[in-house]
């Protein structure tokens, strides 16, 4: 996705270990900065980009069909879905014009 060997083929389980391992010295990070950027790259294809669970979840590599992106990953941020929701009621108002009668 973001982080791809010069061969562009998956690593390794020990080649990310090895390459993570000098990230997170180099950020300070004690926990998990692989598994940290994973779900911040959840939430963005989510949130930001508002890709559908599904396809999140090949990018990811998931064969769930969306659960774990929506479990874990893909808790839409609150104020960006009323934004949305605002957004998405101003667009009806303007194309249709209700009359009392």
Same mark, same amino acid.
């Given at each position: 996705m973001c982080f791809a060997p010069i061969r562009g083929e =998956? #690593?390794? %389980?020990?080649?990310? $270990?090895? =390459? #993570?391992? %000098?990230?997170?010295? $180099?950020?300070? #990070?004690?926990?998990?900065?692989?598994?940290?950027?994973?779900h911040f790259a959840g939430w963005y294809m989510v949130n930001v980009l508002e890709l559908p669970s599904e396809d999140v979840a090949i990018a990811l590599g998931h064969t769930d069909g969306g659960e774990l992106v929506r479990r874990l990953y893909g808790h839409r941020d609150r104020d960006r879905a009323l934004d949305r929701v605002a957004l998405a009621y101003e667009r009806t108002t303007v194309n249709t014009q209700m009359r009392l009668v």
């Open positions: =998956h #690593w390794t %389980a020990s080649a990310r $270990a090895y =390459h #993570w391992k %000098a990230v997170k010295a $180099a950020a300070g #990070w004690a926990g998990s900065l692989y598994l940290a950027t994973r």
